[in-house]
């Protein structure tokens, strides 16, 4: 098992670019999660999938962020315009019940300059 | 979901035990305790969890009071690669409950 897959590992884009991260989760795995960290605000979720539809979007910080899960088996986050606030390590994990442990990616280490 | 206090760091040598405390005195009697820990540069790693017995795998053993108000995270023979920071969480394991990360302790393994 290759473990929860995310690309790029980094990212390096200008002011007002738009800005694609891609997520594999583990394959049987229902749930899928994008989290945001950085050192002012730690780990923030951002949005949760439950059999490929949004649960809670709450923590998407703004209408510049959109995520969407088509199957299964991929997800993306986009933020356009970026902007250099948005510079972050995100996240992705996932996990087959909310009473199991997240399994999570290696991130995607997003700079806006 | 109960908030949780941990320890900001703690030290300890290379092959003792690492005792992580964290307390969650709120609790309530439908929450689990999480802990997970982040490597540097890594994404979290789940390493167990409980209710209110107490719980071991090959990671770690995880001693929670009778009242439940507090754990302790047990690492038998702590190794270099062990340091890390290391998060305490109390969720229920219900749709629509998040997975909401504090603070944590840096555990840090001196040789």
């Known amino acids: 098992d290759a473990g929860v897959i995310q690309s790029p590992r980094h990212e390096v884009t200008e002011m007002g670019q738009e800005v694609t991260l891609r997520c594999k989760p583990i394959s049987g795995h229902d749930y899928l999660f994008w989290y945001r960290q950085t050192m002012m605000r730690g780990l923030e979720l951002l949005i949760y999938?439950?059999?490929?539809?949004?649960?809670?979007d709450s923590g998407m910080p703004e209408d510049r962020f959109s995520a969407k899960m088509p199957n299964a088996s991929f997800s993306t986050l986009k933020i356009q315009p970026s902007e250099p606030r948005d510079s972050a390590v995100y996240f992705c994990?996932?996990?087959?019940?909310?009473?199991?442990?997240?399994?999570f990616g290696s991130g995607t280490r997003l700079t806006v300059v | 979901d109960a908030k949780t206090t941990q320890p900001p760091s703690m030290d300890c040598a290379e092959g003792r035990a690492a005792n992580l405390p964290c307390n969650h005195s709120t609790i309530s009697g439908n929450e689990y305790v999480y802990w997970y820990r982040q490597i540097h540069s890594q994404g979290p790693q789940y390493i167990i969890h409980?209710?209110?017995n107490n719980e071991t795998n090959e990671m770690a053993s995880l001693i929670i009071t009778e009242d439940r108000k507090s754990s302790t995270l047990i690492l038998p023979h702590a190794t270099l690669r062990d340091t890390a920071v290391y998060y305490c969480i109390v969720r229920v394991d219900t749709s629509g409950s998040r997975l909401t990360f504090g603070e944590g302790t840096q555990l840090t393994v001196n040789p």
């Open positions: 994990a996932s996990t087959p019940g909310l009473y199991y442990g997240y399994t």
């Open positions: 409980g209710l209110k």
């Open positions: 999938f439950n059999n490929n539809v949004p649960i809670d």
